[in-house]
């Protein structure tokens, strides 16, 4: 395996540290997360545990410094009709997610999400 | 040195095809009592680090990081990587890891609360989701 080592990346008008580029990318996700807690791609993602209807805990291999990380987050493709996916009861082993209608109550609906942050 | 557990898991994704578990860990929280039964499953990437090894770290390092506070250096990212371990040695290292201590070490009632059990026991009718509980 070959490796470049560099500590700016520049287009020749715009020069960025790399630490930048690497600090910036998603440090795990998870790709259209069934209500059964079977992801179709994943990273960074040990388990995923089906704690209830449209309720899912993700946990991660590499555990994040601390739990004020960002996680982006929606519903997956395949769902049938617009749905809320809600983030909550995040610590910087893992993170829950929670598919729900509108109105509030649980729904089947994959989802998708990516987190940002700092690693431990 | 010894690489960064998540440069080791990236490393490893462009290698390793992911190994769809033939298990689930069925468990209840005792602290929830009127939870569901939960169902973990393994993501097919980490079974495929787990199976070849030479990417996980050992799991005492994860249980000691669980006294660590927020923001303070964790050990498991920098630890020495592990060998390779059977499918069944995996599911016992998740649970230990994923699951917390109060359910796999802690409880001493009469229930049952934690089985490891093949994918085709877990119902595929979710209907009543949010009654399951696990079999006596």
């Known amino acids: 395996m ?3 080592q560099a500590s700016n990346v520049s287009d020749g008008t715009i020069t960025v540290g790399t ?4 600090n910036g990318s998603a440090k795990a996700w998870a790709g259209n997360v069934n209500d059964s807690a079977v992801a179709s791609s994943s990273f960074n993602i040990s388990s995923i545990t089906d704690t209830g209807s449209g309720d899912n805990r993700l946990s991660f291999t590499n555990s994040m410094s601390a739990d004020n990380y960002s996680v982006v987050h929606g519903a997956g493709p395949n769902a049938t009709a617009p749905r809320n996916i ?3 009861d995040s610590v910087a082993a893992s993170y829950r997610l929670f598919a ?3 109105a509030g109550s649980a729904s089947v609906a994959p989802s998708n999400s990516a987190v940002f942050g700092d690693l431990a | 040195m010894i690489p960064h ?7 490893a994704k462009s290698r390793l095809e992911p190994v769809q ?4 860990v069925l468990f209840e929280d005792p602290r929830e009592p009127d939870a569901p039964a939960k169902v973990l499953v393994p993501d097919p990437n980490w079974m495929a680090c787990a199976l070849a090894g030479g990417v996980l ?3 005492e390092t994860y249980q000691r990081d669980r006294l660590v506070p927020d923001g303070e250096r964790k050990e498991h990212p920098y630890a020495e990587p592990i060998d390779a371990m059977t499918e069944e040695e995996a599911i016992e290292y998740l649970v230990q890891k994923d699951i917390d201590p109060a359910v796999w070490r802690d409880y001493q009632g009469n229930r049952t609360i934690l089985k490891i059990v093949p994918v085709e026991l ?11 509980r696990v079999v006596q």
Do not use: H, Q
């Not at chain 2, 578990?21 to 689930?24: A, I, N, V």
């Not at chain 2, 877990?122 to 399951?132: C, K, L, M, Q, T």
């Open chain 1, 100 to 102: 729900s209608v509108f």
């Open chain 2, 122 to 132: 877990i119902p595929s009718d979710r209907s009543f989701r949010n009654a399951w």
């Open chain 2, 5 to 11: 557990l998540w440069d080791r898991l990236a490393e």
């Open chain 2, 57 to 59: 770290p050992p799991i």
């Open chain 2, 21 to 24: 578990s033939k298990y689930r």
């Open chain 1, 2 to 4: 070959s490796t470049i």
């Open chain 1, 19 to 22: 630490s930048y580029v690497v």
């Open chain 1, 86 to 88: 809600s983030l909550y």
